[in-house]
């Protein structure tokens, strides 16, 4: 191995500080080493079974622990907490504002775990940077640490047993973890991913520095977790009726708990007043209609959204709707109201509609 000189010594010290944040500026770029430092590779040996291996089960995630992350002590910069780096002209960072609240998704420990609140993604192609893969993810890795962050992930992405557990299997985790699959690539194009977690007394923050393309990019996933703040007012019944009068069908923004049928509490006054405009027409019918946005598979997303559509239907029903007034359709990502290439164009396409029949 060479031995780095003074003057290159230097120039990494110098870049680390960078990176590493001041919190002066809400923009300030932080700085990346553009000095590739050479992987380590690391191989296991296995005993040759004496018979035939049977495919391993999914194995269940174990709970991640909070706690077993220390509270950061340093005075953070603003979100996103890292930056661009000072190498990269403005004209190669790309990425959409962040989305004030939003799910997603990381992993912590062996598990793909759910998160809510302001959302940031960024991408920046790390040649025009003067970056090279292992330069990119070092140097995040320095800067993170330094704020207080730990990485928290166990396993990558593309872990066979890890994707076997996950519904929607391979194409809904990438589409998750915004991950660019590149199928004809052994590693679908994922050259690293790496999840940090900085703990304060008031939120979490989740970091995701993903090396993907086959290392042609470099992409930043940065969560501030955050409850929602409702600005949706309640769709009452009359209001419901003047809709299906007037147009034939209604949106309905109902919460579910991520990836399931579960509806959430906060919207079981929404599924009331849907009893409430059955109840006053008693020769209404209805479609209860559930839609997704792109995120995942087509047929993945086509029995989601059916199943939601019947969770829907079983909690009217359970408070004394007859079941043949309503008729249950899972309709996928195929009706979009908006673009979804947005997170607000995807917002607003998970939807549950009521269609009169």
């Known amino acids: ?194 999840q940090y977690l900085i703990r304060t007394n008031k939120t979490n923050i989740w970091i995701a520095v993903i090396e993907e393309n086959g290392g042609i990019t470099t992409t930043l996933v940065t969560v501030e977790e955050k409850a929602l703040e409702q600005s949706v007012a309640l769709i009452k019944a009359d209001a419901m009726a003047a809709s299906l009068q007037t147009q034939g069908h209604v949106a309905l923004y109902l919460s579910f708990d991520t990836d399931s049928d579960m509806i959430k509490s906060a919207s079981k006054p929404v599924v009331e007043e849907i009893v409430k405009l059955l109840r006053s027409d008693d020769k209404l019918q209805l479609n209860i209609e559930g839609h997704t946005d792109n995120v995942g598979s087509a047929e993945h997303n086509k029995t989601l959204s059916l199943a939601r559509a019947r969770a829907v239907v079983k909690e009217i029903t359970d408070k004394g709707i007859a079941a043949a007034r309503l008729n249950a359709i899972g309709l996928g990502a195929e009706k979009p109201l908006q673009d979804n290439t947005t997170e607000q164009g995807r917002a607003k396409n998970r939807r549950v509609e009521l269609v009169k029949r």
Do not use: W
């Open 1 to 194: 191995m060479k031995k780095l000189s003074l003057s290159t010594l230097s120039i990494c010290l110098i870049t680390f500080l960078s990176i590493a944040g001041c919190n002066k500026k809400p923009v300030e770029a932080h700085s990346v080493n553009p000095a590739a430092s050479p992987a380590s590779a690391a191989s296991e040996t296995a005993t040759p079974p004496t018979i035939a291996a049977t495919p391993a089960a999914p194995t269940a995630a174990t709970p991640f622990d909070l706690d077993s992350v220390a509270m950061t002590t340093v005075n953070l910069p603003p979100f996103p907490y890292v930056d661009y780096p000072v190498t990269l002209d403005e004209s190669y960072r790309s990425g959409l504002p962040p989305t004030p609240f939003d799910i997603a998704y990381v992993i912590a420990g062996n598990e793909l775990k759910t998160v809510e609140g302001k959302v940031s993604i960024r991408h920046f192609p790390n040649n025009p940077a003067k970056l090279s893969v292992v330069a990119a993810q070092r140097n995040y890795d320095e800067a993170i640490k330094a704020l207080g962050g730990v990485k928290v992930n166990k396993l990558e992405p593309t872990d066979p047993a890890f994707i076997k557990a996950q519904p929607g299997g391979l194409e809904t985790l990438l589409g998750k973890l915004h991950i660019n699959d590149s199928p004809r690539s052994d590693n679908h194009g994922l050259e690293s991913f790496s």
